[in-house]
């Protein structure tokens, strides 16, 4: 039996993305709606079938099964919940609901649990969060973590789909950012706190101790725009509770479904964002001791931004369901 399925943002990078992850996971597709926030496409493919986008509206909200929204922060906390009301479950992309204590924010290989059976708007967490916690949760399982430091470099194209004009066309002043991109890297993502800190790195803080359940692990982040159109890379390094040993480190990161270990430098193996670019694999390299902290790691963590840090995690959440 097919699904019902609805995405709002339909014509973004990461709405684009959902149905081309739908198509390649096979998911069984009876009927599908495609809503667009704004001026754009009129129409969308799902496999070779042509598929109009509407403008979304209060007066025009289907029964679904599933509801997957990519449509900034208003738009979802406006029209989510009519979705949910209707019984569908919602997907959504954006910060509206990761820190309510009663929506579960998900990352399948990780916290599947977090969603109860009442539960029907789910949040996706920030493409930074997932990728990282995808290679830390394994280590935090096993050895436990008791500081993150992440310095994140961040692709254009998580800003959306005009911020790749910006970089491919070497728009001068851009259009997207406060400063040229090409050939530049912005250390500031999201708006400034008090605290020094960005929105962006409050993010990565505050969705990691709610993912992992843990209130107690200390994560400082500093995170960057980068002239790359595809895949986030970051800079991590742990401070784990108990000793360790690289070759277990390694060991336990391969075991984990979802991450691939790319660690051999002296022969020119390690993570870089084309290598991740449009794979659902998490890439790891660069394992080595850190001299700071005592039972230090430091590491190298590549993903895409599009797919496994949005379009992906959000299929493969509707697809406990299923």
């Known amino acids: ?110 916290n599947p649990d977090a ?5 029907r708007i789910i949040a996706n967490p920030n493409c930074s969060t997932i990728i990282t916690l995808m290679a830390v949760y394994p280590i935090y399982k096993k050895w436990g973590v008791k500081r993150m430091v992440a310095s994140t470099y961040q692709a254009v194209s998580g800003a959306g789909r005009d911020s790749l004009l910006d970089l491919d066309k070497k728009i001068n002043p851009p259009k997207t950012f ?23 790195e409050r993010k990565m803080a505050i969705e990691t101790r709610k993912i992992l359940s843990d209130n107690n692990i200390k994560v400082s982040a500093t995170c960057v725009r980068v002239p790359v159109r595809f895949s ?15 070759d277990e480190i390694r060991e336990t990161l391969k075991s984990f479904a979802g991450i691939i270990v790319f660690d051999d430098p002296d022969s020119g193996k390690y993570p870089h964002p084309l290598l991740a670019e449009n794979r659902d694999e998490v ?3 660069r394992i080595r001791k850190d001299p700071i902290f005592k039972n230090g790691i430091s590491m190298w963590v590549v993903g895409d931004n599009i797919r496994k840090g949005a379009a992906t995690n959000a299929v493969q959440i509707a697809e406990l369901f299923m």
Do not use: C, W
């Open 1 to 110: 039996m097919g699904h019902r399925i609805a995405i709002v943002g339909a014509t973004g990078l990461v709405g684009e993305k959902i149905l081309q992850v739908l198509e390649e996971h096979k998911v069984t597709v009876d009927n599908l709606f495609l809503f667009a926030t704004g001026k754009g496409k009129k129409e969308e493919f799902f496999g070779n079938e042509k598929i109009e986008v509407y403008p979304i509206d209060n007066s025009k909200i289907p029964t679904v099964d599933f509801a997957f929204f990519s449509a900034g922060v208003e738009i979802p906390r406006q029209y989510a919940p009519l979705f949910a009301e209707k019984g569908g479950i919602v997907i959504d992309n954006s910060p509206a609901f990761r820190e309510e204590d009663n929506t579960p924010l998900v990352i399948p290989e990780i």
């Open 115 to 119: 969603i109860k059976d009442n539960d």
């Open 178 to 200: 406060p400063f040229q991109i090409d050939k530049n890297l912005i250390p500031h993502i999201g708006k400034p706190l008090d605290n020094g800190f960005t929105t962006e």
């Open 232 to 246: 986030h890379s970051i800079s991590l390094t742990l401070e784990l509770e108990r000793n360790f040993n690289l």
């Open 283 to 285: 890439f790891v390299g």
